[in-house]
């Protein structure tokens, strides 16, 4: 089954589920728009879960997802909120489903995880998951090893439930590049940084519109949770230090509460402007809508115009 038809969406588009950004005002425009829009429900109570939960439904009757945060202490009260509130779509990261699976298959829920690598996803598809997100380096926020163009036709070869490219796709390009590796759709994080709807600071989003190819760099490697942020002044010392060896403590004192400064205080020298490398082709703000419409216009075009391509001499 197409990932479509299997979720319900018209475009097999996800938003992901990026932290503190992901809430109702986007996830409602990215669902009225056709694709799946996802709460990102890191760092949330369950109150606040079920707040979004129902704020979204009051926007939109159309399909949306929860992402958790594996590594949360309250997932299973989070999944508690997620049954009662009837949400039949939850995509994961940050750990395993494992622990999870009986009960959210229980109550019909359909599960995708995000995953880094092939051993990852062969993982997640003996227990069970309906597809996966195999995700490239390229991504915002936290992040693996290996670049997309390499994970995902590794990923589609290894397992035969539906995957989702994600990782440095911003135009119709990128999603026809996916397809062309084998995907049944993308998931975007960054290029939603840049639209209307995303409840972000003023001054987060131009830090997105500014940035070019090379603006981004990864943090916290020596912590085991590497991170793609757009280079500023927090950033610079987070490296120093780390290439110093600097303690966890430390490191963690630099960088506590900084998406939060960014996000919502608008402090993007001092604060984690979490965006991938696809940045530089982020370069206006748009609606929800307008950017998901354009980008399967223009894929459909490169498709077709790669039907007619040929690509083996005489």
Known sequence: ???????????????????????????????????????????????????????????????????????????????????????????????????????????????????????????????????????????????????????????????SIPVIGAGGIADGRGVAAAFALGAQGVQVGTRFLATVECPTHENFKQAVIAADDTSTTVTGRSLGGPVRSIKNSMIAEFLKLENENASREELEKLSLGSLRKAVFEGDTEHGSVMAGQICGMCNEITTAEEMITTMFEEAQTVLENMGKLSIIGA
């Not at 693996?144 to 990923?155: D, I, K, S």
């Open 1 to 159: 089954m197409s990932i479509t038809k299997l979720l319900g969406i018209k475009y097999p588009i996800f938003q992901g589920g990026m932290a503190q950004i992901a809430v109702s005002p986007l996830v409602g425009a990215v669902s009225n728009a056709g694709g799946l829009g996802i709460i990102g429900s890191g760092g949330f109570s369950t109150e606040r879960l079920r707040d979004e939960i129902r704020k979204v439904k009051e926007s939109t009757n159309k399909p949306f997802a929860v992402n958790l945060m594996l590594m949360m202490n309250n997932i299973p009260e989070l999944i508690q909120v997620i049954i009662e509130e009837g949400v039949k779509i939850v995509t994961t990261g940050a750990g395993t489903p494992a622990p999870y699976m009986k009960i959210l298959k229980e109550n019909g829920i359909i599960v995708i995880p995000v995953v880094p690598s092939v051993k990852i996803a062969k993982k997640m598809e003996a227990l069970g998951v309906d597809a996966i997100v195999a995700e490239g380096t390229e991504a915002g926020g936290h992040v693996g090893e290996t670049t997309t163009m390499a994970l995902l036709p590794q990923v589609v070869s290894a397992v």
